[in-house]
């Protein structure tokens, strides 16, 4: 999917709603645990019920990758089912030594190779050009570096000073700028930061952010929205556990459908204030 094909999505949809699908078997309801893949059957239907106020889902794959064959086997399913027009994020967190990263890049990009096909995965940026380049080989893919992240310890490393009097953050946005362009790059930073967002925006304006930790992890989407939408909108805002956990009985892709009409809702707003 190009950027002009994702900013297409938003307007149709007047949403930048990514709905991470971090499904938890434990939290998932009881009824579900009878059916022959409870995790696939779970996603089936929050997506049923989203995708008309959705353009992206993210399923985090530590949530798969931790059932083994099994889990993959979901993962592949839910990839499968969820429709066409809707970007996926391989939210994998991989990252290696250029001829492992390649494997990775293949593992969630190559569906001849793995049956996965996702338009996208993050990766950790820590070990320099190498380790993201490989990822960057496949045409019509994206990287989704992690730039600065929602989590209590990132300030332990992403926001030491350097001798540039850079923080670490923006070195990683300013020299990843030189692997890849805007079409091939998105960046996450977390909704718990947006003040820092001005700041981002002025060394990456025309990139897509993923922003994660609006909702549960109490993030404001006004906040995010106005200091980091761009002419093209650049922003996919992801939700997970406000969404997808919205009820635990019967009703939870009901409910969920409801949380995700409220944030649609709130970003139509936003679109029309600040695009």
Not at 92 to 110: E, P, Q, V
Not at 136 to 158: E, P, R, Y
Not at 165 to 184: I, N, P, Y
Not at 188 to 208: E, N, W
């Amino acid at each position: 999917m190009t950027k002009s094909q994702l900013f297409e999505q938003i307007l149709q949809k007047q949403s930048y709603l990514c709905i991470g699908l971090d499904t938890d078997i434990q939290k998932i309801p009881n009824h579900l645990l009878k059916t022959e893949d409870p995790i696939f059957e779970f996603n089936k239907q929050i997506i049923d019920a989203t995708h008309q106020y959705a353009v992206a889902y993210k399923p985090n794959i530590a949530f798969y990758e931790a059932f083994g064959a099994k889990g993959w086997e979901s993962l592949q399913k839910t990839l499968e089912y969820i429709p066409k027009e809707c970007f996926t994020i391989a939210d994998a967190k991989r990252g290696d030594i250029g001829n492992t990263s390649g494997l990775y890049a293949r593992a969630f990009f190559d569906e001849k190779s793995s049956g996965l096909n996702f338009d996208s995965v993050t990766v950790a940026p820590y070990m320099g050009e190498d380790s993201v380049k490989p990822f960057l080989d496949f045409d019509g893919k994206w990287v989704i570096l992690l730039a600065l992240t929602s989590n209590v310890g990132s300030k332990d490393f992403q926001n030491l000073t350097l001798n540039n009097d850079k923080q670490l953050f923006e070195e990683v946005l300013t020299k990843s700028q030189e692997w890849g362009s805007s079409e091939q790059l998105m960046y996450v930073v977390g909704a718990t930061k947006a003040d820092m967002l001005q700041k981002i925006r002025s060394v990456v304006p025309d990139h897509f952010l993923l922003v994660p930790g609006v909702g549960a992890q109490g993030g404001s989407l006004e906040e995010v929205s106005k200091f980091g939408m761009n002419k093209q909108c650049g922003l996919l805002v992801n939700s997970s556990r406000a969404i997808i956990y919205a009820s635990s009985g019967e009703d939870f892709a009901e409910k969920a459908a409801q949380e995700a009409l409220k944030v649609q809702v709130e970003m139509q707003t936003y679109l029309a204030t600040y695009l």
